[in-house]
């Protein structure tokens, strides 16, 4: 067992930069956690004060009942792995992975035997007489994850693990150290600024900024919903559409169309309330033709990203939406085409990712629906409520 407590953890530099401000967090027995944020937000800090490398300035930090906020590095019984993996040049693979046995007065004879074993189980057993300098960058990440094994300690520290590897080797690097965390069932930290490489390996994953958390929750929680603003800005591959929304009865009018209020909503929002509209670019679909209840505007930029493009869309923030009055004739779908099609390219930037083959051209009017269930809506950056999509139905557009 070795869960990781951490309450009202605080840490101020001398010079007085407070990098944790009194962070609550539970990190359980045998789960690969990430800490993700961008540079500054003190992750590293977190990780190091775990590891006892920083001296908490307040608060504390427990390894199932022991309380080591006071204990030295050694007597905590966590490994780190650094970002540059901190090999001793000077020594071989065998002397590296035997180093911290070495420290612990294990005998020579033990130490040979645990340093063979811990290199077979990570393929490293050809390697052991060479030194960190003739070894790639996958090797070398190898040993630094082999001496951090061979002392079986209860928690790992993986500092930014894979961000020497070059693109290709990441990835492999990354399906191992998954299926290494899996068999090893070690309770393991690692730090990125990567939110796919966070998505991707954890069970969980804690989102800061500025020393704060701002979200705990697997990869799923925090992709679908995230609770915040910052959560959804910095969560996904393309960053979530966020579109100024109001309230209107049992409506929701973004963009000069008229969504209606998911069930559950109503409790949660008042009349007339200005909020802010969620929805990743993977949760709208486009459509080269009005389909009724859609947000509609004029295709600007289509960026390839391989098996699929990024399409940003102008879609006019004013319609006659909001003053009650209809914005056109007849069909709906329609009508509101024609008030995108019209307006000035003034308005909302919305993003909508489109399969491969199915591209727009830049100057094309489009319309985007989002699917079901994927709408969130944010008051004051958080999360309010889970708006259900349009139902495709004429009368749900302006106009209609
Ligand atoms: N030894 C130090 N002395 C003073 N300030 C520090 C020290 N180490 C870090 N800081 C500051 O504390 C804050 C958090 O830093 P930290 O390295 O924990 O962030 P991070 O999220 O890991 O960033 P990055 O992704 O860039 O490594 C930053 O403002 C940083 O400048």
Request: hydrophobic share 40%.
């Amino acid at each position: 067992m070795s869960a990781i407590t951490m309450r009202e953890l605080t840490k101020v530099y001398p010079g007085g930069v407070q990098a944790l401000d009194a962070l609550d967090l539970e990190i359980a027995d045998g789960e690969f956690f990430a800490l993700l944020g961008p540079s500054g937000c003190g992750k590293t800090t977190l990780l190091r004060t775990i590891a006892g490398l920083e001296v908490a300035s307040g608060g504390s930090v427990r390894i199932d009942d022991r309380d080591v906020t006071n204990l030295p590095p050694g007597k905590r019984d966590v490994a780190m792995v650094f970002q540059d993996y901190a090999l001793f040049p000077h020594m071989t693979v065998q002397e590296n992975i035997a180093y911290p046995l070495r420290i612990k007065k294990v005998d020579r004879r033990s130490r040979a035997a645990k340093a063979a074993e811990t290199a077979d189980e990570l393929g490293l057993s050809a390697l052991l007489e060479r030194r960190p300098g003739q070894l790639s960058g996958g090797q070398q990440q190898r040993v630094a994850l082999a001496r951090a094994m061979a002392c079986h300690p209860q928690v790992f520290l993986l500092d930014e693990p894979l961000s020497n590897l070059d693109a290709r080797l990441r990835l492999e690097a990354r399906t191992f150290l998954k299926r290494l965390q899996r068999e090893l069932g070690v309770t393991t930290v690692f730090v990125t600024h990567d939110q796919a490489e966070a998505l991707a390996l954890a069970d969980r994953i804690a989102v800061m900024e500025g020393g704060r958390i701002r979200q705990v929750g697997t990869p799923t929680e925090v992709f679908r919903r995230p609770a915040n603003t910052f959560v959804a800005g910095f969560i996904g591959s393309t960053p979530m559409n966020l579109v100024d929304a109001t309230v209107r009865g049992d409506e929701l009018h973004v963009a000069g169309v008229r969504l209606p209020l998911p069930e559950g909503a109503h409790a949660q929002v008042t009349d007339g309330e200005s909020l802010v509209y969620g929805v990743r670019p993977e949760y709208l679909d486009y459509s080269p033709t009005p389909v009724p209840g859609a947000l509609t505007g004029q295709v600007v930029v289509v960026e390839n990203l391989g098996s699929f493009s990024l399409v940003s869309l102008d879609v006019p923030d004013e319609t006659a939406a909001d003053d009650g009055a209809p914005a056109g004739t007849g069909h709906a779908g329609s009508s509101a085409a024609a008030a995108g099609g019209a307006a000035e390219a003034a308005g909302t930037s919305v993003q909508v990712v489109v399969a491969e083959g199915s591209e727009p051209e830049p100057g094309d009017t489009g319309w985007v629906v989002p699917r079901p269930g994927r709408s969130l809506l944010y008051r004051d950056g958080n999360l309010v409520a889970v708006a259900a999509a349009p139902a495709p139905r004429a009368g749900a557009a302006v106009g209609g």
